[in-house]
């Protein structure tokens, strides 16, 4: 079995300054190769953790992240914030 260093609150800031949560998963042996879950609108990034340490055997650094207003990325009420799935993405 692989080895996995996992980072839980590895912060992402975004184009406009929001800061999203994200994890990263990396392998002790790496093969190089990154890539990232975009998971479903109103999805915490936990639900993909074992996906991801899945790859992560596998070789892949892989980064999950949760869209603002979700999860550990919720800094306030969704309905309080000018928000929009195109920042998140971009």
Do not use: W
Request: some cysteine.
């Amino acid at each position: 079995m692989t080895r996995i260093s996992e980072t839980p609150n590895l912060p992402i800031t975004t184009r406009d300054g929001y800061q999203l949560a994200a994890s990263e998963f990396t392998p002790a042996d790496s093969n190089g190769i990154g890539i990232i879950v975009n998971g479903a609108t109103g999805v915490r990034r936990a639900y993909y953790q074992a996906f991801a340490r899945f790859l992560c055997e596998q070789g892949f650094t892989v980064l999950t992240y949760e869209f603002r207003g979700i999860g550990a990325s919720r800094k306030q009420h969704v309905a309080y914030f000018d928000a929009c799935i195109c920042h998140d993405g971009a």
